[in-house]
Nanobody, 123 residues
Framework: QVQLVESWGGLVQAGRSLRLACAAS????????MGWHRQAPGEQRELVAT?????????NYANSIKGRFTISKDNAKNTVYLHMNSLKPEDTAVYYC???????????????WGQGTQVTVSS
């Protein structure tokens, strides 16, 4: 079994910063990549950022957050971070952690999701 646990969401004023963390634990053989998605009320879930745990940590960002958010990782801790700067009210959403990884008993990549953490940006 694999668990993804997000932390450090909350309420912040517009223009301020916030950092999210997501730790993967359990029966993990190797993580291929991890990332963050978000879902605002009444909206579809959208990609925010991803980072590979191999290949030197290749990153990918949604256009809406480029230059404001930075994704980083700690391979030893199986943890991914999302550093969010210059937050806007439209960044308000539930942020979900996602991982594509291999368990010890499968050669295929499996996809896992965290339970989500609320980020609210007040104007």
């Amino acid at each position: 079994q694999v668990q993804l646990v997000e932390s450090w969401g909350g309420l912040v004023q517009a223009g301020r910063s916030l950092r999210l963390a997501c730790a993967a634990s359990g029966s993990i053989f190797r993580i291929n990549d991890m990332g963050w998605h978000r879902q605002a009320p009444g909206e579809q879930r959208e990609l925010v950022a991803t980072i590979t745990f191999t290949s030197g940590g290749v990153t990918n960002y949604a256009n809406s957050i480029k230059g404001r958010f930075t994704i980083s990782k700690d391979n030893a801790k199986n943890t991914v971070y999302l550093h969010m700067n210059s937050l806007k009210p439209e960044d308000t959403a539930v942020y979900y952690c996602n991982a594509n990884l291999r368990t010890p008993w499968s050669a295929r990549l499996s996809n896992y999701w965290g339970q989500g953490t609320q980020v609210t940006v007040s104007s």
